[in-house]
């Protein structure tokens, strides 16, 4: 049976005050410790945990009450639970300063705002890749880059893709469909054609959502 949060409050008091102590205390401190106005709800709240098996109490006698293996048991497993729990992940953000000119120098304007990146990598379908060749160069994705990719059902023509293609190559492309079935998948480097393939051949793996560049 489960315990409600004041009759677990009362076991935590009781089993503090006892280790502390040596021998429980009256239905008054009780009612002290745990800011409670009433010895009545004190006694029922005592019955309660002696009728689910947490503690046991000698018939009038004051200062009687036990703490039973129950609790004990089911505190220690809590508190091994706690430690095996990992802390929360710190959340990925930095301050977003404002804006910088890489062309005519703008006026600087300080800014309250974060770039969160708990946006791109909190969720689960969220991959990264390394890119190796230079097809998507004028998009400014460089070979050494990293690209973060979210795994999706659809994409729209000129998304960026990761694509299998031939159920073998993968490559990172624009995406575009024809109107005879086929997919463009289309670099962007001057020095280099489009791939076209039967759109049955083409599986996306996902859809870019940012470049990752370290110097």
């Given amino acids: 049976m489960a315990l409600t949060r004041r009759q677990k409050d009362l076991l935590d008091y009781l089993a503090s005050f006892i280790e502390k102590n040596g021998y429980s205390p009256s239905y008054e401190e009780i009612a002290s410790g745990l800011a409670l106005t009433s010895l009545a709800t004190v006694h029922k709240h005592i019955q309660a945990l002696d009728t689910k098996g947490y503690l046991k109490r000698g018939f009038n006698q004051s200062r009687s009450l036990e703490i039973a293996p129950k609790y004990l048991d089911e505190r220690k497993t809590y508190s091994s639970v706690r430690e095996m729990t990992p802390p ?3 959340l990925l953000e930095v301050p ?3 804006r910088i000119a890489a062309g005519m120098p703008v006026e600087s ?4 705002e974060t770039l969160v990146f708990q946006d791109f990598l909190g969720d689960e379908t969220t991959f990264a890749l390394r890119v190796k060749g230079d097809s998507m ?9 990293y690209v973060l990719v979210e795994r999706v059902a659809s994409v729209r023509n000129g998304d960026i893709v990761v694509a299998l293609v031939e159920g073998s190559d993968t490559t990172l492309k624009r995406f575009y469909r024809e109107a005879d079935g086929m997919v463009r998948l289309q670099p962007a480097n001057a020095e280099m054609g489009p791939i076209f393939v039967p759109q049955v051949n ?3 793996q996902g859809r870019v959502l940012a470049v990752l560049r370290k110097y």
């Fill in 202 to 204: 083409v599986d996306v």
């Fill in 88 to 90: 929360p992940a710190p």
């Fill in 137 to 145: 160069i004028e998009d400014h994705i460089c070979s050494g880059d």
């Fill in 109 to 112: 304007v300080a800014s309250q």
């Fill in 96 to 98: 977003l300063m404002g």
